[in-house]
Each structure stands twice: as C-alpha cells, then as structure tokens.
C-alpha cells in the first residue's frame, strides 16, 4: 500500500501538500482527543481512587483549552465543600 502511495505522489507532486496537511490535521486531532481524556475532569479513568474528581477542583483551576475573557485566578468558591 504504501509502494502504491509513493509511486503516486512520484507521478503528481501536487498530491504532497494535501498528505502533509491531512496527516497534520490527523495528528492534531488525535492530540487533543488525548488531551481531552486525560485533562478534562470530567473523565473519570480511576473510580477507586477518585470517583469524582469535578469535587476536587479548585475554582481557580483552568481546565478549558480556551478562554476568551475570564480570569481564573480571581475567582471565589461559592459553593460548599464535598
């Protein structure tokens, strides 16, 4: 199969940048489905041990990839304690 892949990219070059930017788009996706199950609290990998691991957090943590206009470090717990 690959044989096949590089006698095609041989016969048209054009096909390179499409391979490349598949296989990054690939890649960053899987990245961040690992991301996701490893660093999202709301995946719970180990029940004995943690079973709610959402009790555990700060509210200053940061657990999204992306935050557009808040500031976790000057937030207050407003609920009570687990």
């Known amino acids: 199969m690959l044989a096949t892949i590089r006698k095609q990219l041989r016969h048209h070059p054009a096909l390179i ?3 490349f930017f ?27 041990n943690n079973p709610e691991p959402w009790n555990k957090m700060a509210p200053t943590d940061q657990y999204k990839f992306f935050a557009v206009n808040m500031d976790y470090s000057k937030l207050k717990k407003n609920g009570p304690d687990f």
């Open 17 to 19: 940048p499409l391979f």
């Open 22 to 48: 598949i296989g990054g788009g690939t890649a960053m996706s899987l990245l961040y489905l690992a991301r996701l199950g490893l660093r999202n609290p709301d995946v719970c990998w180990d029940r004995k």
